[in-house]
């Protein structure tokens, strides 16, 4: 049974940093993309960053270039998200996403598996 399993996400101050975890559990190894999504209250479900398992190429969304960091631990089977400068913006449910395609990374239809979700809160 396919799992992604988040963990990491808090309560923060403006300024500070996370990072997020995602261990996947029975992933096929047909799956060549891993991703972070997050989704705000009242808001769509956004992408943030994805990393490509072979190559290890990386996008981000533009609001968090230059502040957050994928990166993966194959021994681990674990995708990392660093999360620093924080602010109250990134403010969502962060979901843990994998795909068997190259499709537009950002759009959500494009994945096959997905998390539960670790709350991330930053305070002003």
């Known amino acids: 049974q396919v799992q992604l399993v988040e963990s990491g996400g808090g309560s923060v101050q403006a300024g500070g940093s996370l990072r997020l975890s995602c261990q996947a559990i029975?992933?096929?190894?047909?799956?060549?993309?891993i991703g972070w999504f997050r989704q705000a209250p009242g808001k769509e479900r956004e992408g943030v960053a994805i990393i490509y398992t072979v190559g290890r190429i990386t996008y981000y969304a533009d609001s968090v270039q230059g502040r957050f960091t994928i990166s993966q631990d194959n021994a681990k089977n674990t995708v990392y998200l660093q999360m620093n400068s924080l602010k109250p913006e990134d403010t969502a449910m962060y979901y843990c996403a994998a795909a068997f395609n190259r499709a537009y990374w950002k759009n959500r239809e494009n994945y096959n598996y997905w998390g539960q979700g670790t709350q991330v809160t930053v305070s002003s």
């Open positions: 029975g992933l096929p190894d047909s799956i060549i993309r």
